[in-house]
């Protein structure tokens, strides 16, 4: 049986692996299903559609699951779907979608810091950091291994690429691409995330080619669509890098920070 404490609320129709533990005063809402593993600390809720994996630990004053901000909501029972190892600090919110057949969606091993807030439609992938009072609008992508800086904000329908750092207190309004540093109001791409590669385990040639990347997309000395054609035909980049940039900035719809 799951550890409930007495104050604690499970509202009928919730669904809790045998090992979860509920502390004092925590709320789980009648359409949650949470797996095994999984910790809520007192005071911490999960509510609306929200499906939690494995190990999830949700500290207290959390909101997981809550009813989006967004004025367009139209009543959607849409899930929000996270995965396993994610933690969530003090008073994090994540909110559930504004539309039928959307979903919002966190992946796994992703740690979201104090105050921290995700917006309806969100969609963050694995091992990302979101700092505290940092805000994610709606519609938001964030891929793995992303870092973003506390007290800054994210535009919705931005994306923000694998391996990117934005620095705190930004306002990012536009896509910051895969590898990149941003920061600023409006953030701007600074330099390449050497630091966080080197931490990440990627050898120095490698490393070497995210730089050439970044010469080419900042290096003043090509327009944008120069730059990625030069990026494609660089054999000196990883193929993978290469790639990964290219996809990134083929659904580029806001424009490159």
Known sequence: MATIHPT??????????????????????????????????????????????????????????????????????????????????????????????????????????????????????DDIIISSKAVIGGHVEVESFANVGGASAVHQFCRIGCHAFLGGFSALVQDLPPFMIAEGNRARVRAYNRIGLQRRGFSEERIDGVRRIFRYLYGGERDRSGALEAIGQDREIPEDLREEVLRFCSRCVRGLA
């Open 8 to 125: 604690a609320i499970v509202e009928r129709g919730a669904e809790l692996a045998e090992d979860v533990s509920v502390g004092a005063y925590g709320y789980v809402g009648g359409a949650v299903r949470i797996g095994p593993g999984c910790v809520l600390h007192h005071h911490a809720v999960v509510e609306g559609n929200t499906l939690l994996g494995n190990d999830n630990e949700i500290f207290p004053f959390a909101i997981i699951g809550g009813k989006t901000q967004d004025l367009k909501y139209d009543g959607s029972r849409g899930p929000l779907a996270v995965g396993d190892g994610n933690v969530f600090r003090e008073y994090v919110t994540v909110h559930g979608p504004t539309t039928e057949g959307s979903e919002t969606r966190i992946g796994s091993r992703n740690y979201l810091l104090s105050y921290s807030h995700v917006a309806h439609e969100c969609h963050l992938q």
